[in-house]
Nanobody, 116 residues
Framework: QSHLVESGGGLVQPGGSLRLSCVAS????????VGWFRQAPGKEREEVSC????GDSAVNVGRFTISRDNAKNTAWLQMNSLKPEDTATYYC?????????????WGLGTQVTVSS
Protein backbone atom coordinates (compact mmCIF):
# COMPACT_ATOMS: atom_id res chain seq x y z
CA GLN A 1 0.00 0.00 0.00
CA SER A 2 1.55 3.27 -1.12
CA HIS A 3 1.55 6.19 1.23
CA LEU A 4 3.59 8.99 2.75
CA VAL A 5 4.73 9.29 6.34
CA GLU A 6 5.58 12.61 7.97
CA SER A 7 7.66 12.96 11.10
CA GLY A 8 9.63 15.56 13.02
CA GLY A 9 6.83 17.62 14.48
CA GLY A 10 6.64 18.65 18.09
CA LEU A 11 6.62 21.53 20.52
CA VAL A 12 9.07 24.34 19.85
CA GLN A 13 9.53 27.80 21.30
CA PRO A 14 9.01 30.89 19.18
CA GLY A 15 12.12 31.59 17.17
CA GLY A 16 13.08 27.94 17.08
CA SER A 17 13.46 25.56 14.16
CA LEU A 18 12.08 22.21 13.13
CA ARG A 19 12.81 19.89 10.25
CA LEU A 20 9.93 17.76 9.06
CA SER A 21 10.50 14.63 7.04
CA CYS A 22 8.28 13.00 4.45
CA VAL A 23 9.11 9.43 3.49
CA ALA A 24 7.44 7.59 0.64
CA SER A 25 6.46 4.00 1.27
CA UNK A 26 5.38 1.59 -1.40
CA UNK A 27 6.35 3.81 -4.31
CA UNK A 28 9.29 5.80 -5.60
CA UNK A 29 9.19 9.48 -4.85
CA UNK A 30 11.40 10.16 -7.84
CA UNK A 31 9.16 11.52 -10.57
CA UNK A 32 6.68 13.11 -8.20
CA UNK A 33 6.41 16.70 -7.13
CA VAL A 34 6.16 17.00 -3.36
CA GLY A 35 4.01 19.59 -1.69
CA TRP A 36 3.83 20.61 1.94
CA PHE A 37 0.58 21.83 3.41
CA ARG A 38 -0.62 22.87 6.81
CA GLN A 39 -3.93 23.19 8.57
CA ALA A 40 -4.45 25.11 11.76
CA PRO A 41 -7.45 24.47 14.01
CA GLY A 42 -10.55 26.09 12.60
CA LYS A 43 -8.80 27.08 9.38
CA GLU A 44 -8.65 25.69 5.89
CA ARG A 45 -5.66 23.76 4.69
CA GLU A 46 -3.10 25.92 2.94
CA GLU A 47 -0.15 25.09 0.78
CA VAL A 48 3.26 25.95 2.16
CA SER A 49 5.15 25.23 -1.02
CA CYS A 50 6.00 22.54 -3.53
CA UNK A 51 9.18 21.12 -5.00
CA UNK A 52 9.16 19.75 -8.50
CA UNK A 53 10.30 16.28 -9.42
CA UNK A 54 13.14 17.65 -11.54
CA GLY A 55 14.92 20.95 -11.68
CA ASP A 56 14.55 21.92 -8.03
CA SER A 57 17.20 21.07 -5.49
CA ALA A 58 15.47 23.18 -2.88
CA VAL A 59 12.65 25.69 -2.74
CA ASN A 60 12.85 28.55 -0.32
CA VAL A 61 9.71 30.33 0.83
CA GLY A 62 10.62 32.92 3.38
CA ARG A 63 11.41 31.12 6.62
CA PHE A 64 10.71 27.69 5.15
CA THR A 65 12.74 25.55 2.76
CA ILE A 66 11.67 22.38 0.98
CA SER A 67 14.30 19.95 -0.19
CA ARG A 68 14.40 16.36 -1.34
CA ASP A 69 16.68 13.39 -1.83
CA ASN A 70 15.24 10.94 -4.31
CA ALA A 71 17.85 8.34 -3.39
CA LYS A 72 16.42 8.36 0.14
CA ASN A 73 12.82 8.56 -1.08
CA THR A 74 12.47 11.50 1.26
CA ALA A 75 11.56 15.17 1.23
CA TRP A 76 12.01 17.66 4.04
CA LEU A 77 10.51 20.91 5.24
CA GLN A 78 12.98 23.05 7.16
CA MET A 79 11.22 25.66 9.23
CA ASN A 80 13.16 28.48 10.88
CA SER A 81 12.23 31.42 13.09
CA LEU A 82 8.97 29.74 13.97
CA LYS A 83 6.06 31.82 15.18
CA PRO A 84 2.97 30.84 17.18
CA GLU A 85 0.90 31.31 14.03
CA ASP A 86 2.86 28.47 12.42
CA THR A 87 1.11 26.07 14.79
CA ALA A 88 -0.71 23.53 12.64
CA THR A 89 -0.78 19.98 11.42
CA TYR A 90 1.67 19.69 8.54
CA TYR A 91 1.10 17.33 5.65
CA CYS A 92 3.15 16.26 2.69
CA UNK A 93 1.69 15.09 -0.58
CA UNK A 94 3.03 13.73 -3.87
CA UNK A 95 1.79 14.69 -7.33
CA UNK A 96 2.83 12.76 -10.42
CA UNK A 97 1.84 15.52 -12.82
CA UNK A 98 3.52 18.35 -11.02
CA UNK A 99 2.95 21.00 -8.40
CA UNK A 100 -0.09 22.43 -10.16
CA UNK A 101 -1.81 19.06 -10.55
CA UNK A 102 -3.87 17.07 -8.11
CA UNK A 103 -1.99 15.18 -5.44
CA UNK A 104 -1.94 11.41 -5.64
CA UNK A 105 -0.67 10.52 -2.19
CA TRP A 106 -1.02 12.19 1.19
CA GLY A 107 0.43 11.58 4.60
CA LEU A 108 -1.49 11.62 7.85
CA GLY A 109 0.29 14.70 9.11
CA THR A 110 2.56 15.71 11.94
CA GLN A 111 1.66 18.26 14.58
CA VAL A 112 3.76 21.38 15.05
CA THR A 113 3.10 23.56 18.06
CA VAL A 114 4.95 26.83 18.55
CA SER A 115 4.55 28.09 22.07
CA SER A 116 6.56 29.38 24.98
Amino acid sequence: QSHLVESGGGLVQPGGSLRLSCVASGFTLNGYAVGWFRQAPGKEREEVSCIRSVGDSAVNVGRFTISRDNAKNTAWLQMNSLKPEDTATYYCAAAYFGCQAGYDYWGLGTQVTVSS
